[in-house]
């Protein structure tokens, strides 16, 4: 019994020693005399990285034209808005575009839908800039050309071309909706050939 009594005692020791000190680093913990510093620091699960940047600028698309032809000089040779099939239909247009730090990136694509909405073509130049230069203006106007094709044994009606503009320096895109109407004219030189071959068998 006196054994056992020993043993108690000293656990019992041991527990008050152990209660005193914590109570002691307890409080020089909290009176500032002893600092604890975290083994890992929390890191934050938002990167500054991941979050996108929203810059400020402005893109449109303006004085948007089709034409029979347009010269060197981006003159727009009878403004019209129907083609026969099989002929060239070129088109012209102006960006408004914001620098960023003095510079500008443009890049063109678009769309062409036949009259039941099918896609009939797309030129996408997302990897290739159409324009790209240095300027010390806060904006700048920019003239594009272009033209396609609607190939003969395509159907007549309305075709719609959907154009797309992106300046990748701003991260901004803006698009235009245009409609244009597509005609069959019979050949000339058939149908005169006919006729004069008619007049000779007579």
């Given at each position: 019994m006196n054994k056992q009594g020993k043993v108690m005692t000293e656990i019992l020791v041991m527990l008050?020693?152990?209660?005193?000190?914590s109570a002691i680093i307890l409080l020089l913990v909290?009176?500032?005399t002893i600092?604890?510093?975290?083994?890992?620091?929390?890191?934050?699960v938002l990167n500054a990285n991941f979050i996108p940047v929203t810059?400020?600028?402005?893109?449109t698309i303006k004085d948007f034209k089709f034409c029979d032809f347009i010269d060197f000089d981006y003159n727009c040779m009878n403004e019209i808005e129907t083609f026969d099939l099989g002929?060239?239909?070129?088109?012209?247009?102006?960006?408004?575009s914001s620098t960023y730090n003095g510079d500008i990136m443009l890049v063109e694509n678009y769309r062409i839908k036949g009259p039941t909405g099918e896609l009939?073509?797309?030129?996408?130049?997302?990897?290739?800039?159409?324009?790209d230069l240095t300027s010390n203006k806060e904006t700048e106007d920019v003239t594009f050309k272009?033209?396609?094709?609607?190939?003969?044994?395509?159907?007549?009606?309305?075709?719609?071309?959907?154009?797309?503009?992106?300046?990748?320096?701003?991260?901004?895109?803006?698009?235009?909706?245009?409609?244009?109407?597509?005609?069959?004219?019979?050949d000339f030189s058939e149908e005169y050939y006919e006729e004069d071959y008619e007049e000779l068998i007579g």
């Open positions: 008050i020693v152990v209660v005193i000190t909290q009176t500032g600092t604890v510093e975290a083994e890992n620091e929390q890191v934050s810059r400020e600028g402005y893109l002929s060239e239909i070129h088109f012209i247009f102006t960006v408004e009939l073509l797309e030129v996408d130049e997302s990897n290739n800039f159409n324009f272009d033209f396609f094709i609607v190939n003969q044994g395509l159907p007549e009606g309305e075709y719609t071309m959907e154009l797309f503009i992106e300046n990748p320096l701003l991260t901004k895109k803006t698009t235009l909706v245009k409609k244009f109407q597509v005609v069959y004219v019979e």
